[in-house]
């Protein structure tokens, strides 16, 4: 990562200096992440998938774009692996409830997981955790890769080794509910052994990234996600909220606004395609809920 790049990308995070890996300094910067760069398919939506070349999501990220596990995880792998971390890059595969047998059989490779080594010193010694920020709605902390239930506030996570060297993650009721990985790195490819799944994902009419605009935001306390023009709030202490949009001006102000999403790579063209692109796709989903 070139120095204009990780200074940069440091500036979106909010953090002046990292300093030495630590556990202290890997929870803040995904705390960080999570809540300053969000989980979005907004050029995928507009016909213009960005690579997913983790030097390029890093700089689009310090330009104040989001993007989704491919380009949110890669970038933060290599963040971490130029600040000291021993990051390794895993195949992983994200599954609704309904498919929890398919889940426990295998790895579809449509996620790209990390877990991370932070060296200590005895008696605690190195420590080995779960890190996504590319699920959206994932834990807003990283996670200790050992088997068990984990909370975060109001969150209720797990972790359990499967059969087959991988791991499978619950996080019940989420967009991500469950995803596996395998315990083997992915191997020296880096993004490019990604790319295939990434090329399906970001153009294929089946993709649920390509049917339907997205944007997601985790903080501390809750969940801010924003499906077609319903926005919605996911607080299990304040209680959750959900609204929709009445237009464009009110559309992008909260894309900004809540999400953190800078606009000024959209043309008043571009803005307008959107739009007129999330409406349909809400009017069609509107009246399938109603019929």
Not at 46 to 53: M, N, Q, T
Not at 134 to 144: K, N, R, S, T, V
Not at 236 to 252: A, H, Q, W
Request: glycine share 12%.
């Amino acid at each position: 990562m070139t120095s204009d790049i990780y200074a940069a990308y440091l500036r979106r995070l909010g953090i002046e200096e990292p300093g030495a890996p630590s556990v202290e300094g890997l929870f803040a910067l995904q705390r960080a992440h999570l809540e300053r760069v969000p989980y979005e398919n907004l050029d995928i939506q507009l016909g213009r998938a960005p690579g997913i070349d983790p030097e390029l999501s890093a700089r689009r990220f310090a330009a104040g774009r989001g993007g989704y596990c491919f380009h949110l995880n890669g970038a933060l792998a290599l963040l971490l692996d130029h600040l000291g971390y021993e990051v390794t890059r895993h195949v992983g595969g994200v599954y609704k409830e309904s498919q929890s047998e398919e889940a426990l059989r295998g790895v579809s490779g449509d996620h790209l997981a990390l877990t991370v080594r932070v060296p200590g010193a005895a008696p605690a010694g190195d420590r080995v955790f779960y890190v996504d920020a590319g699920l959206g709605d994932g834990p807003h902390e990283p996670l200790p890769l050992r088997e068990g239930p984990y909370r975060q506030g109001a969150f209720a996570y797990s972790l359990e080794r499967l059969p087959d060297a991988r791991w499978l993650y619950r996080h019940p009721g989420s967009s991500a509910p469950l995803v596996t990985f395998r315990a083997e790195p992915a191997g020296t490819a880096g993004a490019a052994g990604f790319e295939a799944e990434h090329v399906r994902l970001s153009t294929s009419a089946d993709s649920g990234f390509v049917r339907t605009f997205a944007a997601l935001r985790r903080d501390a306390d809750g969940i801010d996600a924003l499906r077609g023009r319903v926005l919605s709030r996911v607080d299990p202490v304040k209680g959750n909220t959900e609204r929709v949009l009445d237009g464009p001006e009110e559309f992008y102000a909260v894309l900004e606004g809540v999400f953190g999403r800078a606009l000024d790579d959209l043309t008043p063209t571009d803005r307008t395609a959107l739009w007129t692109r999330v409406d349909r796709a809400h009017e069609n989903w509107a009246a399938r809920r109603a019929g």
